[in-house]
Nanobody
Framework: QVQLAESGGGLVQPGGSLRLSCTAS????????MGWYRQAPGKQRELVAR???????EYVDSVKDRFTISRDNAKNAVFLQMNSLKPEDTAVYYC???????????WGQGTQVTVSS
């Protein structure tokens, strides 16, 4: 069982920045994909960004050039740097990993991001 601990959410003004962190209970080298999803009230959960084991990154169009996903193998962590935040970025952000052993995914508990003046 993989445990994922997220942190870094909060309240920020439009145009501000936040950095989300997701720390795994085991080596992230065992994960094929690590990603961030978000779910706003009344909306479906959507993929925001993901990083594949070879280093390839993918972003939803609405966050390209504003968000950056990265990982630190030594810290067993994946990060989401969010810049130029907009009110429409307000959502609960979830960390997700797809584990090579067992071929299944795991979710974090979510962290709230609120962008408001």
């Amino acid at each position: 069982q993989v445990q994922l601990a997220e942190s870094g959410g909060g309240l920020v003004q439009p145009g501000g920045s936040l950095r989300l962190s997701c720390t795994a209970s085991e080596s992230i080298l065992g994960f094929i994909v690590m990603g961030w999803y978000r779910q706003a009230p009344g909306k479906q959960r959507e993929l925001v960004a993901r990083i594949i084991s070879g280093g390839t990154t993918e972003y939803v169009d609405s966050v390209k050039d504003r968000f950056t996903i990265s990982r630190d193998n030594a810290k067993n962590a994946v990060f989401l740097q969010m810049n130029s935040l907009k009110p429409e970025d307000t959502a609960v952000y979830y960390c997700n990993v797809f584990r090579r052993v067992g071929l299944r995914d795991y979710w974090g508990q979510g962290t709230q991001v609120t962008v408001s003046s």
